[in-house]
């Protein structure tokens, strides 16, 4: 279906924490070692947030490059979505810190939970925001902590995970390509299969919740695997089918970064080459709904994306939930270095001093 107005993505921007933590330092910590963390996952290696750090603070910091990166004003700003499982509370959102950090003045705000699918969602109703015409710049940040809600003790999960931020900056689309497609779903028939289950409404903290290490996660690793391994492929499909495409128009896919193995499984079902099924598994492991903004940025930035490609993002997560978009990527508009944007340039290196101040 064709919009008269399309979406594009315009900045990018990406934070991960200075603290590397390997398997060899996790092999310290419990009864792992980097020979099954790799043949097992792909992992190498995960970032970790510093004590002073949050998923807002990285957040803001990504959300910054993203504006940096597509030259723009944090005032023309309209919306700010944050995708996030580990929001800095449960209220306010994260978003509205970001909002606040940035300086988005005019933006209205809130977070989105849809676990690891989360940014994927997040980009689909920003794309929508733009299309429909009710904004005309839309930040969408995946950030998590997830170092914060590991259970340190349990080698199932906590060789899995890693912190980090990713930001896309949505602007109307002035040249062919944008947002040409979105597939949303959604089943919570596997609510179970990954949880964090205490800290909301149902079982609120006490002192028996936290003997008992319910505020971290706890996943039926197999459940979900064999999950991502069917949606990824569907999902693709999927969005490609509505813009009239098929897997052979593809350039690159960009899936959610939870497992080396999850990848391979999508990479041979969906027909696509190990070298188009972008990996960085191995330097950040799953960074949840961050995972995809980082590796995007990265794969901006080594210039693999070039105007005119189409690369489909896919992700899966806790819900069960999952989402694809299908993004022709357009040319990069240099920003333009006039009076605006020296002033925004002023209040961003402003805003990153008082944080600096602050901490
Ligand atoms: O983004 C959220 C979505 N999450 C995911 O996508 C995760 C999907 N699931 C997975 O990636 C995999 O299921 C895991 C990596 C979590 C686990 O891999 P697996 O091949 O499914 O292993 P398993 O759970 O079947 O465990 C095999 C063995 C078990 O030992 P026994 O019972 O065979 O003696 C585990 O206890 O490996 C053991 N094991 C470990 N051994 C060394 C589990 N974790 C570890 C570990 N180090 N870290």
Redesign the pocket.
Known sequence: MSKAVKAQIIGWGAYVPRRVLTNAD?AQM????DE??VE??GIRERRLAAPDETTASMATIAAERALASAGADPLAVDLVIVATATPDYLFPATACLVQRGIGAKSAAAFDLGA??SGFIYALALGAHAIESGACRYVLVVGAETLSRITNWQD???????GDGAGAVLLGQAHSPGGILATHLGADGAGADW?ILPAGGSRKPASAQTVAENLHTIQ???????R??TKIIPDATRKVLEQAGLSVADVDMVIA????A??LQAASERLGVPQEKMYANIDRYG?T?AA?IPIALCEAADEGRLQAGQRVVLVG???GLTWGAVLVEWGEKIPPKRDLPWLLAALRRWWAWLLRRFRR
Not at 30 to 33: C, E, G, I, L, R
Not at 256 to 259: I, L, R, S, V
Request: glycine share 10%; net charge positive; aromatic share 12%.
């Open positions: 996790l419990v009864d792992t070692s099954w963390i097992r996952t676990g690891c080698r199932g999960t906590c060789v899995l995970f990954l996943m039926d690793g197999q459940k979900v695997f999950f991502a959610h970064q939870a497992n193995r999850i799953n949840s995972s899966f997560g806790a």
